[in-house]
């Protein structure tokens, strides 16, 4: 019947004539090469398009990062212009005395900056310099002065242009701020930024492809940061021209004019890559944003390899016309093979087979490419996240450190006592957060704190929190259990479960008037595996529901909202991971989730984790950890410890002085090395951060050990992994970030 149709068809369709049926097949050949040509240059233009654009997201980021430094050192400039102390030493300075308080605040803040700062200047109301530091000899030049006269004649915050310092060989800027001892001026304090600093911090890591970099113009074009060093200070057009006198710059002259009006954009152009020893003309992209300082401003570029973007597209048009032409010969083939089915059904069959090989092979390459894009932004956000937690961890430090101290100095039946034990255990669960974060950046699933915990405790705690924050227009209603007992679990992690499913609940609801309502009840394995044969007969289950009755999900959705990176909500205001996270913890601890949903009727979400018989340790580990709190150590050990955040220093200094310990802080790990040679055997141990500017803390221990075989080293991080420590050779201890004293004194417990 089937080539009874197909015969009828090419009897009314297909011409006779092989002169016509060449020109259709010609034809036919011709269209189906337009759309391939539309889709590919389609393609192109989205590919170019989000290339450029996140280019531009880079050069803002670069850009606003370059504003907050500057804002940051206007702030710090301006605490010490507001020191009552340090304005009444100024009066003493202009009688040609000097005093400590006006040393002891310019020093603090030079070497807090660590190389940032150049120098700090003082000059009096006539332009005059009266002081500065570190101490130099170098001349005020033109551009300098200009900045010193314009300051002064403003009497407000200034921010100066950049320029060279020619005895230094670096580009440096100032910011200058007004001192006023009452309504009286008394002239401006002027720090000179260092601009390479700023590069090395903020610039220099950036990579775009494999020879994209990013640089920064002042607004008359100079170039003052770039990965290579013999461009900085060179005119971005003249200089070249007077170099390469032979090329052609009308492309880059063009962009430039763009930059140096401070817009903001992209561009395709054409230049050369300058660091090849033969230079020949490429095609680049580039994405530029003006950082706004003062009365001028700086042009950030960030620029990469058009061709590192037009290769993955080329290979998209090879298999795009690969895919097409295997479609047509599948088709010439089926073809053939149906109109002799009745000679040849097995030949028929085992073409038909072939096309199913063929569609599982396609369905199975697209779900790799899609493992491997999600695996790539897995890894950026984890980049990110790790940093962001890095930064959290020095923050906490000090918060932990001194909520202990407090706690030790003061007695149970003091009046601040709960106070002060509330503030150490919130520290401790966003340390616990962060710990988290880091072990879901890593993957790194075994090293996950688990134990068991009370369900309704944890139920109770989030609640509270949620009271907080949820909208007024929704009610939240309880049905709680009062005693369903343990699971074995990370409270963070089963806190994330139900603030996550809580937060989708109300927003469900948006607007109008509903209602959250949370369930907490047990089930037995019976009827657990009734309700999902994943869950075993053999143990009771905690059954946890979450229902609101917003806008409900359809069933197309339902299939989905358990994806990575899948969100119904608009752009930037959900990252689609949730859901995601949500299932990846109910999972890990052998429990199931499960929603039931309908458009405008609402949504129910269940979630189901096993019982567990044994009571939570957790007041025992407390119990504990105030006694060897409270405990004061009777060894008299001298301990140096290197840490390039101040506020740590301040706090573990703090803390370890006050068990007993004689403390020696340093915040710069090369000096701290040539203290400690000079005077080894005066310490016992040293504590050291891992992630320092000038050294690294592992190998701060290497050159510790190198002078001082038997000296005990412990390392402090809240980033690296405990794991790739080397404790046999080098490292005798490991402490994670946000520091806990008592973590840190059952480390020295164990080393003395």
Known sequence: ????????????????????????????????????????????????????????????????????????????????????????????????????????????????????????????????????????????????????????????????????????????????????????????????????????????????????????????????????????????????????????????????????????????????????????????????????????????????????????????????????????????????????????????????????????????????????????????????????????NNLLTPILGYSELLLMRTGEDEEYYEDIEEILKASKKGKDLIEQILLFTRNDKENVKIEPVNINDIIKETINLLKAVIPKNVTLKENINKDCGYIKANPTQIHQVIFNLCTNAYQSVGNSRGEVEICLNTVSGIEANNISNVLSEKHDYVELMIKDDGCGIDEETKKRIFDPFFTTKDIGKGSGLGLFVVQSIVNRYGGVIMVDSEIDMGSCFKVYLPLVNEESDMDKSENSERKLLEDKLSYKKRILVIDDSLENIKVIKKSLEHVGFQVVARTDGRKAIKLFKKNSKKFDIVITDYMMPNIKGIELAAEIKKIKNDAAVILMSGYVDESDVNYNSIVDAFVRKPIELSELLEAINKII
């Not at 020879?211 to 461009?231: C, F, P, T």
């Open 1 to 392: 019947m089937i080539i009874r149709i197909f015969d009828i068809l090419r009897e009314k369709l297909v011409p006779k004539n092989k002169v016509v049926r060449t020109v259709i097949y010609i034809l036919l050949v011709i269209i189906l090469s337009g759309f391939i040509y539309l889709a590919y240059n389609e393609y192109k233009k989205t590919i170019i398009v989000q290339q450029e654009q996140q280019m531009l997201s880079i050069s803002r980021s670069i850009s606003r990062s370059i504003e907050m430094y500057t804002d940051d050192a206007m702030d710090s400039v301006e605490a010490i212009a507001l020191d009552k102390d340090f304005i009444k030493s100024i009066s003493y300075i202009e009688n040609g005395e000097m005093l400590d308080v006006y040393d002891n605040k310019i020093r603090s803040y030079y070497e807090a900056k660590d190389d940032a700062i150049d120098s700090i200047c003082f000059y009096n109301k006539n332009g005059k310099l009266v002081t500065q530091y570190p101490k130099s000899l170098q001349n005020t030049d033109s551009v300098l002065q200009t900045d010193i006269d314009a300051a002064i004649s403003k009497k407000k915050t200034y921010i100066g242009k950049v320029h060279l310092n020619k005895s230094k060989d670096i580009f440096i800027y100032s910011v200058y701020q007004p001192i006023f001892d009452g309504d009286n001026f008394k002239g401006v304090i002027s720090v000179q930024l260092r601009v390479d600093a700023i590069y090395k911090k903020l610039i220099a890591d950036v990579k775009v492809g494999e020879k994209g970099y990013a640089m920064v113009k002042d607004q008359d074009g100079i170039i003052i940061m770039h990965q290579l060093k013999e461009q900085i200070g060179i005119d971005v057009i003249e200089t070249r021209k007077q170099m390469h006198p032979g090329l052609d710059f009308r492309e880059l002259e063009e962009l430039i004019d763009h930059q140096l009006k401070g817009d903001e954009g992209t561009a395709i152009y054409h230049s050369y890559w300058w660091w090849e020893s033969s230079l020949k003309k490429a095609k680049k992209l580039n994405a530029y944003t003006p950082a706004k300082l003062g009365n001028y401003f700086w042009i950030v570029a960030v620029t990469m390899s058009y061709d590192e973007v037009q290769r993955p597209i080329n290979r998209f048009l090879v298999i795009v016309i690969g895919i097409v032409i295997i479609i047509i010969i599948i088709i010439y083939f089926f073809l053939s093979e149906l109109f002799r089915m009745k000679k040849n059904k097995e030949a028929l069959e085992k073409e038909t087979e072939y096309l199913r090989i063929l569609n599982e092979s396609s369905e199975k390459l697209r779900k790799k490419e899609a493992e491997l894009y999600h695996s790539h932004k897995l890894k950026m956000i984890g980049t990110l996240a790790g940093g962001i937690a890095h930064d959290i």
